[in-house]
């Protein structure tokens, strides 16, 4: 079972990173017809939603790179794996959707707009990128999630920016055709209203990433799990800390492990290896354990001198 759903998460890292391939250039005809079609209809809604969708193009791009290098197995240089370029993918995209959104930003109160009449062939690009944006987004964030990629996951976030705008752009052009005179401020001011909903989804998007490299812990949940798959090993008597951290799609586990402190030190070797070997085959999520033996039963005092006694004899003892 293990090793099924271990081959299942390899094949929906591969299924992320084509994903984020395609993205790209869906992004990059959708942005060109965007700003083309918004400069011909003389929509400034629709030359930003454009740009924003530009910025989207790029932040997918950086997303499929980073899911490609973070796939790389650990090296003597790198011995925890190459998943922080995923991890700094996801902190990229926020940047580029925060400065994407200042740019429309200025875009919107800047630019006065062409002196032609809005046409109504403006609404034709939205409505085509508001169906390919749902069906990316909803993607992304359910293989993002799978794969605990928090930068194909800040990729679908960029691609609900790109939908909200892009309504909002079409509300904007579907009021100046109703009534130009009227609502003729309807297109500038919905270009102005797409930067904020931009620059305030860039911050979410920044601060998740930020939490990663951070080393903040997983959910209490996961924790729970990896406390009774260690605990369900023959001879293991007790937990007495526990962390976890992330380094890209996984995480990389340290376990300090309480045993029976008349064990020999190779029998209390071999209960911190089933252990770990258990958390990795029934956890696909995490990368690598890390075990501290521990006697169990004793003062503080005692356990601190036979803690070490025992974790020097191991690290003296050869791999198994």
Partial sequence: ??????????????????????????????AVTKIVVGMK???????????ETSGDVLS???????????????????????GRYETLAGLAV??????????????????????EPLRSFALYPLVA????????????????KKIESSGLQADAWHDMTDLLSTVVAFCAVTLTLIDPIRFGFADRLGSIVISVIVIFLAIQVVHRTVDSLLDTMPEDARMAEIRAVALSVPGTLGIEKCFARRTGLKYHVDLHLEVDPQMTVEASHDI???????????LAWVADVLIHVEPASLGEADRTTAAGSITGSIRRSPSR
Wanted: charge should be positive; aromatic fraction near 4%.
């Fill in 94 to 115: 926020g940047g580029i959707i925060l400065l994407t959104g200042a740019g429309i930003l200025w875009h919107g109160f800047n630019v006065t707009g062409l002196k």
């Fill in 272 to 282: 911190a290896t089933q252990v770990k070997i258990a958390v990795k085959d029934r």
């Fill in 129 to 144: 990128a508001a169906g390919a944006k749902i069906a990316l987004a909803a993607i992304k964030l359910r293989v993002g």
């Fill in 1 to 30: 079972m293990a090793t099924t759903d271990a081959g299942i998460r390899s094949n929906e890292e591969i299924f992320g990173r084509r994903i984020s391939l395609l993205s790209c250039s869906i992004g990059a005809a959708l």
């Fill in 60 to 82: 997918s791009l950086i997303v499929y790179i980073g899911l490609l290098l973070a796939g790389k197995p650990p090296d003597a240089e790198h011995p925890y794996g190459h």
């Fill in 41 to 51: 209809a003389a929509s400034n809604a629709v030359v930003s939603d454009g740009l």
